[in-house]
Nanobody, 120 residues
Framework: QVQLVESGGGLVQPGGSLRLSCAAS????????MGWYRQAPGKQRELVAT???????NYAESVKGRFTISRDNAKNTVYLQMNTLKPEDTAVYYC??????????????WGQGIQVTVSS
């Protein structure tokens, strides 16, 4: 069984910082792209940032210059450093990974989601 477990969310004031982590575990053969998505109340889930196995990154325009995605391939973990947070960053953040697992093909996997609230 494969799972993605997120941590690091919470409540922060505007202008503050948070660091999200997501660790993949289970019968993993390889991990291709890892990323973060978010969903605010009443809105569709949207891409925040992705990072390839070769560390090529992609960001939503709304977070460029404020968020940094990184990964530790040895730990099967992806991080999202979020700086200069704004109230509009409030959402449930989801970790995503495209993985090849033992006994299966390549598929997308999702974490359970973690709340980030930016408020004074």
């Amino acid at each position: 069984q494969v799972q993605l477990v997120e941590s690091g969310g919470g409540l922060v004031q505007p202008g503050g910082s948070l660091r999200l982590s997501c660790a993949a575990s289970g019968s993993i053969v390889s991990i291709n792209v890892m990323g973060w998505y978010r969903q605010a109340p009443g809105k569709q889930r949207e891409l925040v940032a992705t990072i390839s196995s070769g560390s090529r990154t992609n960001y939503a325009e709304s977070v460029k210059g404020r968020f940094t995605i990184s990964r530790d391939n040895a730990k099967n973990t992806v991080y999202l450093q979020m700086n200069t947070l704004k109230p509009e960053d409030t959402a449930v953040y989801y970790c995503n990974a495209e993985m090849r697992v033992i006994g299966g093909g390549r598929s997308d996997y999702w974490g359970q989601g973690i709340q980030v609230t930016v408020s004074s």
